[in-house]
């Protein structure tokens, strides 16, 4: 079965501009979830999507969107980039809502480096 | 709000001891997650602990939860250099999110 896949892997934006990044969730799972990783915060809880619906959404100002599609890819979207924003962005799939305490398989990442 | 603190944040042993990793967190809570990270690379799970008194081991790592103490512990028996990395919990809360402390990176000596 494949693993949780995300794309691009890495990306260099300026900023201003906006980013989409994107996750692929193991074959049957319906929840994703969304994480941040810095140096200086370390990993903190973006949003949580089940079933194309947001479920609960972390500390993020509005700039962080993110939806999901029928067949569970996820897209996250960040606008007007900062220079803090620079960090891993982790997805992690699970059969059902976090809430149920599965597993989560987390994604290799995208490294986002904003200059 | 949920908070979740690790200690030791730093640990460097020898080969062959054994170690024991604090996870202690805030608020009520029946999910507590911990994971592994290698240098520039993702997480990967490692258990997962949902009722008090909940014990899995796999290898050389055992992980406990006692839900009335708010505690789980991350015990690593006979340590070998494989398993230096950094060591992640995480608690999930009422609210649904899952909140991570700051990680604990193990250095094994050999």
């Known amino acids: 079965k494949a693993g949780v896949t995300q794309t691009p892997r890495y990306l260099i934006k300026t900023r201003g501009q906006q980013v989409t990044l994107s996750c692929s969730p193991i074959s049957g799972h319906r929840s994703v979830s969304w994480y941040q990783q810095t140096p200086g915060q370390g990993l903190q809880f973006l949003f949580e999507?089940?079933?194309?619906?947001?479920?609960n959404k972390g500390n993020f100002p509005g700039r962080f969107s993110g939806r999901q599609f029928s067949n569970s890819r996820s897209e996250m979207n960040v606008s007007t980039l900062e220079l803090g924003d620079s960090a891993l962005y982790l997805c992690a799939s699970s059969l059902r809502p976090t809430l149920a305490g599965d597993e989560q398989y987390f994604g290799p990442g995208t490294r986002l480096t904003v200059t | 709000e949920l908070k979740v603190e690790q200690n030791p944040l730093f640990l460097s042993m020898q080969e062959g001891k054994n170690y024991t990793i604090y996870c202690n967190y805030s608020?009520?809570?029946?999910?507590l997650y911990w994971y592994r990270q290698d240098p520039g690379k993702s997480l990967e799970s490692l258990f997962v602990l949902l009722s008090n008194g909940a014990v899995k081991q796999e290898g050389r790592l055992m992980a406990s939860l006692d839900t009335k103490a708010r505690l789980s512990t991350l015990h690593i028996t006979a340590a070998v250099h494989d398993l230096s990395a950094t060591y992640f919990c995480a608690v999930g809360g009422r609210d649904d999110k899952i909140i991570f402390g700051k990680g604990t990176r193990l250095h094994i000596l050999p």
């Open positions: 999507y089940f079933s194309e619906t947001q479920r």
């Open positions: 608020t009520t809570s029946d999910r």
